[in-house]
């Protein structure tokens, strides 16, 4: 898998130069240094991890969501998801970036039924994407609605709101 920091300079936890300055720019959290490493000790067991590209990992309310680029069956992702989860002792999810806004948003909020995705231009000029999830998956969901929208605001580009019906 490709990474945006050096393979020696995360297995070993002493950053380079040019690590160490992306991280203080921000283009990598500190946080993901760690994720980055569960995943470089699971590409020995997992074959599959070696074909991808690592893009950036966040963390909501305690779970962990790693975005991914490459092409893979919906059973591998569950299964790295699974093993990952166990290697950071906390539940972590996969997500693969196919470049679509509606499958990114479903692959986040699974296991809830997205219903759709609808834009809303409003009279400033700005635009807001509302997120339409079915009533009954509201427990999937639960407190997490906010961190959601913040994390989901950040990948779209624009201000994202979650409605129930």
């Not at 067991?45 to 991808?52: F, I, N, S, T, V």
């Not at 989860?85 to 470049?99: F, M, N, Q």
């Not at 609808?118 to 509201?138: F, K």
Request: net charge positive.
């Amino acid at each position: 898998m490709k990474y945006p920091l050096d393979k020696i300079c995360v297995k070993s936890g002493i950053l380079c130069p040019n690590c160490q300055r992306k991280v203080d720019t921000g283009i990598v959290g500190k946080y993901e240094i760690s994720i980055m490493k569960a995943m470089m000790e699971l590409e020995d067991e997992m074959k599959e991890l070696r074909r991808g590209e690592y893009i950036k990992a966040y963390e909501v309310n305690g779970l962990v969501i790693v975005i991914v680029k490459d092409h893979w069956e919906k059973e591998e992702i569950e299964k790295i998801s699974k093993s990952l989860s166990a290697k950071l002792r906390r539940k972590a999810k996969v997500v693969v970036d196919t470049g679509d806004k509606k499958l990114l948003v479903e692959q986040i909020l699974y296991p809830a039924t997205l219903l759709g995705l609808n834009t809303l231009w409003l009279p400033d000029g700005s635009e807001q994407m509302i997120i339409r999830i079915s009533r009954r998956d509201h427990r999937f969901i639960g407190g997490r609605k906010h961190a959601y929208e913040s994390l989901l605001s950040k990948l779209l580009g624009r201000k994202v709101r979650i409605r129930f019906e």
